[in-house]
């Protein structure tokens, strides 16, 4: 059996990345969000991190599947 587990953590934390990074664009005027984290955007800040690590993870996915072993 050949299961990539970075190919589910990829899409997960790509697609929570994405949630959360537009959350944090449609919220980033708000003075609500911007007194408990001193004036940081902090939802599109994590957004974006969690969305350049699923997107590594997909990369790494996609090229360990092309990368097989060579044929015998």
């Given at each position: ?34 007194t408990h984290s ?35």
């Open positions: 059996m050949n299961f990539d587990l970075r190919l589910p953590i990829g899409i997960m934390f790509s697609l929570f990345g994405a949630i959360i990074a537009v959350f944090g664009l449609a919220t980033g005027g708000s003075d609500i969000y911007a001193l004036g940081m955007n902090i939802n599109l800040i994590w957004g974006a991190v969690l969305l350049v690590f699923g997107v590594f993870m997909l990369f790494l996915a996609l090229r360990g599947k092309n990368s097989g072993p060579p044929p015998k």
